[in-house]
T-cell receptor, first 110, second 114 residues
Framework: DAKTTQPNSMESNEEEPVHLPCNHSTISGTDYIHWYRQLPSQGPEYVIHGLTSNVNNRMASLAIAEDRKSSTLILHRATLRDAAVYYCILKAAAGNKLTFGGGTRVLVKP | KAGVTQTPRYLIKTRGQQVTLSCSPISGHRSVSWYQQTPGQGLQFLFEYFSETQRNKGNFPGRFSGRQFSNSRSEMNVSTLELGDSALYLC?????????????FGDGTRLSIL
């Protein structure tokens, strides 16, 4: 499975944007980039995914580099509820296996 | 729309026993995957079922098994429990196995082995 690299932790102030980087230099042409987050005492929650173009939804935006070797998850206005571990995952074409790395722990300060 | 339901939420067992965990996917979802989460190893993929067939398997011993019923509900079984099996077991469902489908997770079953 292709590997992703994320910073261990990041801090942000409430109502400010958060940019979470992810490096995936060994991504293959058919790998989708998925982001999940896990709040304390809950299962992971799907955030967003994309292949080549930037994507937006109600939760976040995903900016994908032109060479696809890196991506950035953008939370436009962080709230205290956004404090979680964020996982960047490359999902292969075959099957539903998600390979989780260590993720980035996001701390939001009021 | 109801989410993924896992039962029970908490379970305490002793070494050598066996355990069965249950997962009810979101209505209409046909793919169910299972994951183990521990502080040391993080989230690890166990297996995936789609239309009652195991499609994918992670790197776990044969003591870990699962099945899926015709209504897409799934169970996983762990036999001869070991202390290291203490973990949060998570179930996720998706419409199918297509690689652009998001997975929806339940809140897990926390298994403690004494």
């Amino acid at each position: 499975d292709a590997k992703t690299t994320q910073p261990n932790s990041m801090e942000s102030n409430e109502e400010e944007p958060v940019h979470l980087p992810c490096n995936h230099s060994t991504i293959s042409g058919t790998d989708y980039i998925h982001w999940y987050r896990q709040l304390p005492s809950q299962g992971p929650e799907y955030v967003i995914h994309g292949l080549t173009s930037n994507v937006n939804n109600r939760m976040a935006s995903l900016a994908i580099a032109e060479d696809r070797k890196s991506s950035t998850l953008i939370l436009h206005r962080a709230t205290l509820r956004d404090a979680a571990v964020y996982y960047c995952i490359l999902k292969a074409a075959a099957g539903n296996k998600l390979t989780f790395g260590g993720g980035t722990r996001v701390l939001v300060k009021p | 729309k109801a989410g993924v339901t896992q039962t029970p939420r908490y379970l305490i067992k002793t070494r050598g026993q066996q355990v069965t965990l249950s997962c009810s996917p979101i209505s209409g979802h046909r793919s169910v995957s299972w994951y183990q989460q521990t502080p040391g190893q993080g989230l690890q993929f166990l297996f995936e079922y789609f239309s009652e067939t195991q499609r994918n398997k992670g790197n776990f011993p044969g003591r870990f098994s699962g099945r899926q019923f015709s209504n897409s509900r799934s169970e996983m079984n762990v036999s001869t429990l070991e202390l290291g099996d203490s973990a949060l077991y998570l179930c996720a469902s998706s419409l199918d196995s297509a690689y652009n489908q998001p997975q929806h997770f339940g809140d897990g079953t926390r298994l403690s082995i004494l």
